[in-house]
């Protein structure tokens, strides 16, 4: 197995000890800290997954020789008293929070499991947990336990820890305590990375890499040997005709009986849509009366394909939801007896070629594509009509809608003016753009976007590249590279370009912006859609990401107004969630007709949305609604009653078990 090895930022001008301080520290006798209610607090949550580390922990003596001082950053950390009277800082650093933010900023999440040899000063590990999502896990395996009860008295962990998300390990042997703990705990992931500490020798981190590589790979080797016994005890798989038919006897009287079907959730992706289109689909089937076993991705603990294994031979379910793949698209087997929906809403390319029936799941498997167009792709590509659903996307009004609000949420989220989005990078070498010819015609589509930002749609990406060839003499001669321009303008650039431009006019115009991101994976740069604000003209109205559905209800209840900015006329999930909430939401219109699937197709314009053309128009429109705050909660309250009467999530798992009915 290949293990990535980070290095750690800190700066090589930073002393691990610095004997021309004075004994006493100026800070140190005034600093206020809450550290016994600290430590209190992360034992108590330490104590329901490792009560006996939690104990050894809590019986250890802070000796006078550690002393809490305020930091060179001005966070607050302990310097330790040495032997020859001189007096290091935890984590060997008097910056902590300057590090570990530099160390945040270089390191690559990705979507495994992560381990460090050692916990440092804590704000490395409380850093990188916020970079990553609910489903990993971040191991630290520490050897002093003096140093693990200094950082538990300096930074909060007890959600991190109670959700398994941190895993704290003491022992000299770290590579063998993280070994033992995967082999204890079967749910967890294996960890693929880890983070390691430019104060210790490159020999020490190289080793210590190594020694986890071996020890993950006699992991994945039982981790193997685990599956295939868990796998042999399913019953043998059935053939084609079998299978329909086993799924005919199951599927049929559950379908009669909503009380008797049982549905669970597949995934392998992790990504925001397949977690909120699995939650909200299960939901649905949930109240209509029907059993459901989710696959929770915000606990690291349930995610392995053993777990996933053993969770389907315990709940023998009927109904398999899958988002955006197919059972064949899964590391292991489902069961004959199950039939499998495949709910489509970003489906990938490879979902619209001509299907393999055996490897799809035979023809008692179906998709059901939220949008029309995608449904007759998938019938010219010769998928059976008959499997084919239309079931448009939906909102959970239980999860959101209105909701008492602090004053904290008012000061975070409540803006004149929100924008919720995520945002691409504007440099070229960010899409290995290299070539001067290149990044000149790059920058010439971005001005033409700019140019014509009130009427430009993704369906013209064609025309404008085409456009900006000939008006800058610039020829891509490759059918491939032409294709990679056309993908980046109508997947990346227009929307980037379109929010920089009405977020730049907002500000200028002097209303009350703020910026966040919806997405349940951190914002880390990834090869094909780097994310990151550092190019934008508005990144200080940035406030942070919306890390779950509880912060995205919270702020469309506490926000004045919602701008929702689009290349495409098409409606998101976030956005039909908005809605259900009861926000006032302003969207971009060019004036062109209405596509099938677009948000006319779920909202009345200008009774439950408030439609904009052009930059003018919106700075109007925001004034306007601004101080008329009856006039904006009644259209919020419209949009929130559409979403109830025609759009909630309940309805769509009704409409589908009566779809499939008919065809059994």
């Known amino acids: 197995m290949d293990i990535a090895t980070r290095e750690s930022a800190h700066p090589k001008a930073e002393a691990v000890t610095d004997p021309a301080r004075p004994d006493t520290h100026a800070d140190e006798q005034s600093v206020d800290w809450p550290a016994a209610e600290l430590l209190a607090a992360n034992l108590a949550a330490l104590r329901t997954c490792d009560a006996e580390l939690a104990d050894r922990i809590g019986s250890v003596t802070i000796s006078p020789e550690a002393e809490l001082a305020r930091a060179n950053d001005g966070s607050v950390s302990y310097r330790i008293r040495q032997p020859d009277g001189r007096r290091r800082w935890l984590g060997y650093t008097s910056i902590p929070r300057v590090v570990a933010r530099a160390n945040a900023r270089r390191t690559h999440i990705g979507t495994a499991n992560l381990a460090m040899d050692g916990i440092g000063s804590g ?119 079998a299978a329909g038919q086993a799924a005919n006897e199951a599927l049929l009287p559950c379908l009669r009986d909503i009380s008797l079907l049982r549905a669970v959730n597949c995934t392998q992706a992790y990504t925001p849509t397949d977690i909120e289109t699995s939650r909200d689909a299960l939901a649905g089937l949930e109240r209509l009366g029907a059993k459901v076993d989710h696959l929770v991705l915000d606990q690291p603990d349930r995610v392995s394909t053993y777990f996933q294994v053993a969770r389907l031979e315990r709940v023998r379910p009927q109904l398999i939801l899958l988002v955006d793949q197919l059972r064949s698209d899964l590391p292991y087997p489902l069961g004959p007896e199950s039939i499998c929906v495949s709910l489509l809403r970003q489906p990938p390319l490879a979902l619209f070629r001509p299907p393999d029936a055996a490897a799809s799941g035979g023809r008692y498997d179906f998709l059901a594509a939220a949008e029309r167009h995608h449904l007759g792709t998938l019938r010219e590509s010769g998928w059976p009509a008959e499997r084919l659903i239309h079931l448009p996307l939906a909102a959970d009004p239980d999860r959101f809608g209105p909701v008492e609000l602090d004053e904290k949420d008012r000061r975070l989220y409540g803006g004149q003016v929100v924008m919720v989005a995520d945002r691409c990078r504007l440099d070229p070498l960010a899409y290995q753009i290299k070539l001067p010819f290149q990044q000149q015609l790059w920058q010439a589509a971005i001005e033409e976007i700019r140019r ?129 909430a009861g926000a006032a939401v302003l969207i971009r219109s060019t004036g062109q007709p209405a596509p099938p699937d677009g948000i006319q197709e779920y909202f009345e314009l200008g009774r439950e949305m408030i439609a904009f053309e052009g930059v003018s128009d919106l700075i109007r429109k925001v004034r306007y609604y601004h101080t008329h705050p009856a006039q904006r909660a009644a259209v919020g309250q419209a949009a929130r009653a559409k979403v109830l009467a025609r759009h909630n999530i309940t309805d769509r798992m009704k409409s589908l078990l009566e779809t499939l009915t008919q065809y059994f």
């Open 452 to 580: 014509r930002a009130d009427s430009y749609q993704a369906a013209q990406a064609r025309e404008l590249l085409t456009g900006t060839c000939r008006r800058s003499g610039i020829e891509l001669q490759d059918e491939e590279l032409q294709q990679y321009f056309l993908r980046l303008i109508r997947n990346v650039l227009g929307d980037t370009v379109l929010r920089d431009v009405y977020a730049e006019h907002l500000v200028r115009a002097g209303i009350d912006l703020r910026l966040f991101t919806w997405t349940a994976v951190p914002e880390a740069d990834e090869p094909d859609q780097p994310l990151g604000w550092d190019d934008s003209p508005v990144r200080d109205r940035l406030v942070g990401p919306l890390a779950d559905a509880d912060g995205l209800n919270r702020l469309c209840n506490a926000a004045g107004m919602i701008v929702y900015v689009s290349s495409t006329p098409r409606v998101e999930p976030w956005l039909l969630n908005a809605a259900a």
């Open 123 to 241: 704000a490395e590990v409380q850093a990188v947990l916020q970079m990553m999502a609910p489903f990993q896990a971040l191991f630290v395996a520490e050897a002093d336990l003096l140093t693990l009860g200094l950082v538990l008295r300096l930074r909060d962990f007890t959600e991190p820890l109670h959700r398994g998300r941190l895993v704290l390990l003491a022992g000299s042997d770290a590579a063998g305590c993280l070994e033992q703990f995967l082999l204890d705990h079967p749910g967890y992931g294996l960890i693929t990375q880890t983070i390691t500490w430019l104060w210790r020798s490159d020999r020490d981190n190289h080793a210590f890499a190594q020694q986890l590589a071996q020890a993950m790979q006699r992991c994945a080797e039982a981790a193997r040997a685990r599956l295939a016994d868990q796998l042999a005890r399913q019953a043998p798989p059935a053939g084609p005709s």
